[in-house]
């Protein structure tokens, strides 16, 4: 079978990441010819990296993938009879997980006008949507990711007739009411046969987006052999009615332990595009790490350990937490007293490791530090691996013992013993996209804030941390809305390479304010919420890390915070019976609505006493005026 493929490209940074080039290097294998369709621009090498593969075409960024294809069946036009099969497809999916020759082999033997290689089922539409469709719903469809057309039906009139009346593509729900939903329909009812590579029908037939519900599945047992990239960062919602939020981490990891498809290839195609709370959680980036075991017997990093110290009654803890660490790493403390100082002279021969005491101002605590007295350490090129760490108080807490907790989830979580240290070195050194560890954020006490966000209160916190990042030049997706993975309280391991931005600015000691410090909202906050987008913006993931006895006391607060909240909500008519989330957060919104039109009416009301009172005053009243105002306002108020 002759066949030739139109491959749709968009990237909103122009930039051909390696999984293209992956897709395409398997695809040319089982076809003829290949035209690439660049909505957009593409610099000069960006488009060689394409031309290996096929015809390169650039064309304005309009009517998406539907307006691609219409101008790759263009460049064919005459030539189109030689073909026996087109294949329209985009880059919204990567892979291949399988050989695409088990496709290929696997449907050319049937007898079908036109094909794919995953669908879904029949969905009712809201009226936003409706407004948008062909049709009263979508019915049962080949996604439009790969859609192969056989010669009975692209040489057909009803073929023409089909790209001739597609209405303009404004947007993505155009396009999927106005053409991915309607094609295999539309051709079905002419009489066109159809089939799916990855039918899941038999298997899951009460799924009707088994490759967004079901994903790893489909990889395992039906050897579909794509998924989508936006796996990596769907919006939480629909995974937590349809499944428990396993589906995109379970995939991934299989993909990453069952198959040959070379995982890094997705960190550059997703980091400096998403949101990385979103990439958090749908590759469930957290590691729950042994406390007591280990089976790292010998490491190969360079490792330091910088402790920044100020209270001399916390020296020896520090102490204690420096011990953990392997004898080859190097430990460096930061400190602005003397009395410090002197203890850790004193205590320097008990130590294998090599211990170096570094005087710092203590202006801008324990970030200045890190950024102005432990610079050259950073920037050495001598270490694989670093862990800052500090002795923490938190004594602005009504509660001291509030502060001591939050601290020791920091400690316990970063650096808590010796098998969990080593835990942590092999986590890095298992996997070299990983650019920073962080502690889960405290949430008990007045943290709980952070069970909401993560940038506190102050509202300066976001829009401090987004210009400090536009000043280093890192420009990933930044919201107030997307709550940030960082490690609040400054105790996490990084690889000095993910932090490089961050270091090559010539920090001083007058960046920082002085004392009282602030609470919040300094640029000491915003450097702190800066981390894991540095690590982004440098191509590495950031993970969350816990030793095993704290992930159980955290899930174990988490579930008592969600139970007492919902329940909470639930005195509100209906939503205690609401189901799921999506039904709760609906029923929530309704009551929320019924809050501002009863603020509404106060809001009429204060406004009528408001102008008794002026009547009044003004002694332009009577007995019956006033009286007549009174009843209306009575009367009002009880029919609410």
Known sequence: MKRVAIYFFFDSKGIVHDYVSYFLSDLVKNIDRLLIVVNGQLDEANQTKLAQFG???????DELDVGAYKFGLAQLDDELPQFDEIILLNNTIMGPLYPFKETFDKMGSQELDFWGLTKVGEI?????????????????????????????????????????????????????????????KYFSDLGYQWGVSVDS??????????????????????????????????????ALVVGAGEQSPELFDYIKTHTDYPFDLLAEAILPYYHYDLIHKNMANVSILSKNETSLLESQSKIALIIHLYFEDMVDEFLTYAHFFPATTDIFITT?????????????????????????????????????GAKSIITSGDYDLVCFTHDKKTLQLGSETSGYSFAHKCY??????????????????????LGLAVAPAPNHGDYFWTVEKDWTPDPKNSS??????????????????HHPIAPIGSVFWFRPSAMEKLFQQDWQIDDFPGEPLPVDGTI?????????????????????????????????????????????????????????LSGKLFQINEVKNQLMDYQTQVDTYQSQIAELHQIIDNNKWNSSNLWRKIKTILKKSRAK
């Not at 015809?55 to 960024?61: C, G, I, K």
């Not at 316990?412 to 996209?433: C, D, M, P, R, T």
Request: hydrophobic share 35%; net charge neutral; charged share 25%.
């Open 336 to 372: 602005s007293q003397s009395s410090v100082k002197q203890k850790v002279t004193e205590r320097k021969n008990d130590f294998q490791q090599k211990l170096t005491i570094i005087d710092v101002d203590n202006r801008g605590r324990d970030v200045s530090a890190l950024l102005v």
């Open 124 to 184: 009712g539409l809201n009226e936003t949507l409706l407004k948008k469709s062909k049709y009263d719903k979508y019915y049962e469809h080949i996604q439009s990711h790969w859609i192969a057309i056989r010669k009975s039906m692209f040489l057909s009139k009803d073929w023409r007739d089909f790209w001739h009346d597609l209405p303009y593509i404004a947007d993505y729900d155009t396009s999927v009411g106005m053409y991915e939903a309607v094609f295999t």
């Open 201 to 238: 029908d038999n298997v899951y037939p009460h799924s009707q987006m088994p490759l967004y519900d079901l994903p790893k599945q489909l990889v395992e047992q039906m050897r579909c052999p794509i998924f989508k990239k936006r796996a990596a960062f769907n919006i939480l919602d629909r």
């Open 524 to 580: 000491s906050h915003a450097i702190e919420r800066s981390y894991p987008f540095l690590a982004q913006d440098a191509g590495y993931y950031t993970q969350t890390i816990m030793n095993d006895r704290y992930a159980a006391i955290e899930y174990l607060n988490l579930s008592y915070y969600l139970r007492k909240v919902t329940q909470g909500i639930g005195v509100f008519k209906n939503i205690s019976d609401s189901g799921n």
């Open 464 to 481: 401090n941390t987004k210009a400090l990042l536009d000043k280093l030049g890192v420009h990933v997706p930044i919201a107030e809305d």
């Open 412 to 433: 316990e979580n970063i650096h808590g013993s010796s098998a969990y240290v080593s835990n942590v070195i092999a986590l890095f050194e298992e996997n070299q996209k």
């Open 55 to 61: 015809e390169v075409y650039l064309r304005d960024n």
